[in-house]
Structures are given as C-alpha cells and as structure tokens.
C-alpha cells in the first residue's frame, strides 16, 4: 500500500512538472511571437537597422543569463568550470557563430525584408532540416508522416512566395532569401548547443554565446556609427524586447523543453507564428492572402508530422 502511494506521489509530481514545462513552453513562444513584432514596428518606426538591434540584444542579454547562472551553486561550477575546457570553450564559440549570431542576423533581417509573421513562418521549416540531420545521423529513412511534412512544408513555402501565383514573387527577394536562411539557422540552434548545453547549463552556454556572438558583430558592425533616434517610448520598448522578448523567451521555453520534453515543446513552439500573424494583422494591420494564409497553416501542419 505504501508503494502504491509513493509511486500516485511520484505520478503527481511528474504530471505537475509537466504542465508547469508547457505554461513555459506557451508563455515563451508567445513572447518570441510578440518580440517579432514589436522588433518590426520598432525598425519602421524609428529607422532602426536590424544589425544594430542585433548588437543591444545580444550585448544586453548575455549579463541576464549569466546573471541568471550565477544564482545558483550549480550554475556558478558550471561558470567558473567551463573555462577550464578549451574544448567546450571552442563548442560554444561554434554556437555563438553558427547558432545566436546566425539566428539573430537572419530572423531580423528576414522580419525587416518581410514581416514577423512570415519570418516566424519561415524560420518553422527549420524542422525540415532538422529531420535530414537526424535521418543522416541515425542511418535511417523518414517515415512516411516525415515525408508528408516535408511535402507540406514544400507546398507552404511556394504559397508564401508566390501568393498562389507563379508568375510573380509575393515576398521581395531579399525577404525570401532571409527567410530561407532563418529556417537553416532554426536548424543550427536546435542542433549546435545541445551537447554543450547538456554539460554546462542552457544559461552559461547562452550567456557566453551571447556576448562572444555580440562582441563580434560590435567589432564588425560598429554600432556607434549607426546610432538611431530614440525617444523614452523607444527606450522602453526595447528594453522589453531584451528582458521580455530575448531573456524571458528563451529561459522560459528552455525550461519547457526541460519539464516537458523536446516533442511537447516543439509542438507548443508553433504558438509562436501563430502569435506572431495574428499580432502582426492585429497591430500592424498587415493584410495577407488566403494563400499565403493557408501556406502558414500548411507549414505548421509540417511541425506536427515531423515533431
């Protein structure tokens, strides 16, 4: 009898992980939705460019996460022991470049070409090259489900480039292009950072991601030169998008993936285009064709067969 009971307490106590990981997982993708579009209103609004905001994000948020580690006695090790490994230390310089700075650039630039909700989009067809990944480092084929997915995802994509016609591009070039490189940079972030990560805490191999990824963009980049006009709103604004949008949106669904698992949460992750469309129709007023609408739902109907 007392083992039936410790075993309905371990069942309860895992059920409750459980739900806390996808309150994370939604909260967290619907943050990354908004960020998305709020980024866009702040570009237009104020001439921002999408290099520059790339630089205050990542420069600002690395201290909340390496903040964040620092708070506990796990995470301190985990701070002050991977500098001791040159080996993880070159791991996360391949995240800070393949992964955060990668992403960051081409998610930007792809909502500045277009709009957040089809840079959202976009970026989910990422999971199709995660799925190649896998299928190559597992040895094995896709299954059929997989391959309807990748079917589905095709057909989205030209509905979303072309609004159903096929003589023309509905999406600039450049906003194709940058659309395409943030579904390859959705795929590096879900694959670069996980061996690190699993031996040094999301928060140290973010943290120093992040501000390895911002200091060479700085250096490159020179934000200085390229200062835009900002007012309090502004301020204000983007001081959201990095402790909101950038810190919370990222710890958040990290720890949703942690309490309920990579598949739950990459499901729940589709909240985050869908956020992001009805925030752009809603606040931005951006119209949309039934094609490119029905692309949307046919690249999200890709995250569920593949997932």
């Known amino acids: 009898m007392a083992k039936k009971s410790e075993l309905t307490e371990k069942d309860l106590e895992r059920r409750r992980r ?17 960020n998305g579009t709020v980024s866009k209103w702040l570009m237009d609004a104020y001439a921002i460019d999408p290099l520059w905001l790339v630089c205050l ?43 955060i700075l990668f992403s960051q650039v081409a998610y930007l630039e792809a909502i500045d070409w277009t709009n957040s909700a089809t840079a959202t989009i976009m970026q989910s067809l990422g999971m199709v090259l995660v799925l190649v990944y896998v299928c190559v480092k597992m040895a094995r084929r896709p299954r059929r489900r997989e391959l309807l997915g990748v079917a589905l995802a095709l057909v989205g994509t030209y509905l979303v480039a072309t609004g159903g016609n096929p003589g023309q591009l509905s999406l600039p070039p450049e906003g194709l292009f940058w659309g395409l490189a943030c579904a390859a940079a959705a795929a590096c972030l879900s ?12 928060f140290t191999v973010n943290g120093l991601a992040f501000l390895c990824s911002g200091l060479i963009l700085t250096v490159v980049y020179r934000p200085w030169e390229h200062m835009p006009a900002l ?47 009805v925030a752009t129709v809603v606040w931005l007023a951006t ?21």
């Open 18 to 34: 459980v739900r806390r990981g996808i309150v994370a997982t939604l909260v967290g993708g619907i943050f990354w939705g908004l």
């Open 57 to 99: 994000r990542e420069l600002s948020a690395c201290w909340l996460f390496l903040a964040a580690a620092a708070l506990t006695a796990r995470g301190r090790e985990q701070l002050a022991g991977v500098w001791r490994s040159p080996r993880d230390l070159l791991a996360i310089l391949g995240v800070s470049l393949g992964a």
């Open 191 to 202: 694959i670069l950072p996980a061996a690190p990560m699993a031996r040094w805490g999301n």
């Open 231 to 277: 007012d309090g709103v502004a301020v204000c604004v983007l001081a959201l998008c990095v402790v909101v949008g950038t810190f919370g949106a990222y710890a958040l669904y990290l720890q949703g993936v942690k309490d309920a698992g990579s598949m739950r949460a990459s499901l729940l992750g589709t909240i985050e285009p869908v956020t992001a469309t």
């Open 287 to 307: 119209p949309f064709s039934m094609a490119e609408i029905v692309g949307f739902a046919l690249i999200i109907a890709m995250v569920y067969l593949t997932a």
